[in-house]
């Protein structure tokens, strides 16, 4: 999740030279290209049945391409503050879709953890903005504000149910297999509009750098941070997984601080105190019982290949 906090806010300028669909498109080939070895099946892993096979789809549609769309579209219809204080809403969402699915109990430390979570990303989304932010705002913002924030809030539940149905996967499937399946189903649901968008847009025009940059953010958004995901599911409860989503807004708004220059309000930080309040509630050492269930263990296979 900070690493997804970091791309997010270095990818800003990718976005403003590359249309976002071709963007995504380009993303996923270049990662398909960087990990066909993973497509491979272990020789101790079961084949995929038609349930598994459907829950990668829907990992890879709801988590990589629907979240973007809505995200993206939807910020450009609400204000910035309004997106940010739904957005605070994914932890939750995560613990009661992972509760009604999974049957994951929610511990009252976990809900305190999910409230600190909650109530950070809120701070940091009531914090006044600086410099581009108003401007990214516009009039388009205020036209369907509601539209905007119903979108918004999709988003939200995707996030969430690529946390709960990652999950399910890692019982299943390897991280590394399951990195490179979800990024293939996006590339495959991107490429019609990566080549409308491609046969219309002057690829002369993008500077080296961007290029560079480019192959690091997919790098980063395909294979790195999505293995280290699918790895740590596998030892932790969805519900306690969904409380490091708080990290992804902390960590792209310290990349704003640190890298873009912008400032830190005494808001920002009381927002900062209260989501790693909920990060220390959320991993606190507990009694075996309050412990991630052995019924997903790491697989032989994936030990092996951790020494590769």
Request: aromatic share 10%; proline share 6%; charged share 10%.
């Amino acid at each position: 999740m900070s690493l997804v906090g970091c791309y997010v806010a270095l990818s800003k300028p990718l976005v403003a030279a590359i249309p976002v669909l071709l963007l995504a498109w380009l993303r996923f080939g270049i990662a398909a290209l960087a990990m066909p070895h993973w497509l491979r099946r272990p020789a101790d892993e079961a084949p995929m049945t038609r349930r598994t096979r459907g829950l990668v789809f829907l990992e890879s549609f709801l988590g990589n391409f629907l979240f973007s769309i809505c995200m993206l579209f939807g910020v450009s219809m609400t204000s910035a503050v309004s997106a940010g204080v739904i957005m605070a809403a994914i932890p939750a969402m995560v613990a009661l879709i992972s509760w009604i699915f999974l049957r994951e109990r929610i511990t009252p430390r976990v809900m305190s953890a999910i409230a600190c979570a909650a109530l950070g990303i809120a701070l940091l989304a009531l914090a006044p903005a600086h410099g581009h932010a108003s401007a990214a705002a516009g009039e388009a913002p205020r036209t369907l504000p509601w539209l905007g924030n119903l979108l918004v809030f999709c988003a939200v539940l995707c996030e969430a149910a690529y946390a709960v149905i990652g999950k399910s996967l890692t019982g299943k499937l390897g991280p590394r297999r399951i990195s490179s399946l979800i990024n293939l189903w996006g590339f495959v649901l991107s490429t019609p509009f990566g080549i409308w968008l491609a046969l219309h847009f002057d690829f002369g025009g993008v500077r080296p750098a961007l290029w560079a940059l480019l192959v690091v953010y997919a790098l980063a958004a395909s294979i790195w941070t999505v293995w280290l995901w699918m790895t740590g599911l596998r030892s932790v409860p969805a519900s306690q997984a969904g409380v490091f989503t708080v990290l992804l807004p902390v960590s792209a708004a310290l990349v704003g601080v640190l890298v873009l220059g912008e400032q830190l309000t005494a808001l920002q930080l009381a927002a900062f105190g209260a989501a790693l309040l909920g990060v220390v509630l959320a991993t606190w050492p507990g009694r075996k019982g309050l412990r991630a269930p052995a019924a997903h263990p790491l697989l032989p296979s994936e030990k092996n290949n951790s020494s590769q």
